[in-house]
């Protein structure tokens, strides 16, 4: 079906009261529901933020708007407990557009099924490009990168990474010549603020 002018739908809904599509169809973050992680529903400022076209996402399983394989079945069970026990649940992490170009997104979800987290959900999607832009950092380096601002020393990013000691400084020597500083507060200076409990890390079960 032929999508109809925004204007002309708003004045649609507006007579005929029909404020709860409304409010999902111009909501000014995106809005998906899906089921076992496949898209079954999203809003407009969604299909805008991927640069996809509504038919295009419709049915499809949500690992194509990631930057790899990888990165999808590391989140394949993050968040499972928050969203089991009834509560809202919100990560940062990167994706990927259309145009394959790559972004950070601030996504939070609710579960319909909390016996089976994924079953069904609703989810928000902010676009954080204005804010953080991207920056080509590998998964690594940014978990390493995460872990830094949340305070953990190089022994303890090994230890929460699985990593060795000597890895972990290879990575944050990276950091920090890829940004062309000198210490870590410089690099946050330099990268804004990525860290944090919500950043999606590969220790996800």
Not at 6 to 12: T, V
Not at 40 to 50: G, T
Not at 112 to 118: A, S
Request: aromatic share 10%; charged share 25%.
């Amino acid at each position: 079906m032929e999508q109809q002018p925004c204007s002309e739908r708003l004045e649609q809904l507006f007579e005929a009261r029909d404020l709860a599509s409304l409010a999902f169809d111009f909501a000014p973050v995106g809005i998906v529901v899906t089921e076992n992680r496949v898209l079954r529903e999203c809003n407009q400022r969604f299909c805008q933020m991927f640069g996809y076209a509504r038919e295009e996402l419709l049915d499809q399983l949500f690992a194509f708007l990631y930057p790899s394989q990888e990165e999808f079945q590391n989140l394949r069970t993050r968040g499972d407990k928050i969203l089991g026990q009834g509560d809202p649940y919100w990560d940062e992490r990167v994706m990927r557009r259309k145009n394959g170009a790559l972004f950070w997104v601030r996504v939070r979800g609710h579960s319909f099924t909390p016996d089976t987290p994924l079953g069904r959900a609703v989810w928000s999607f902010a676009d954080l490009s204005e804010l953080r832009p991207y920056l080509p950092l590998t998964r690594r380096e940014r978990e390493v990168y995460s872990l830094l601002g949340e305070g953990q020393t190089s022994k303890e990013i090994a230890r929460s990474l699985s990593l060795s000691y000597r890895t972990v400084e290879v990575h944050r020597a990276r950091l920090l010549k890829k940004m062309g500083v000198n210490n870590t507060a410089s690099l946050f200076s330099s990268l804004g603020d990525i860290g944090g409990d919500h950043v999606v890390r590969s220790d996800t079960p």
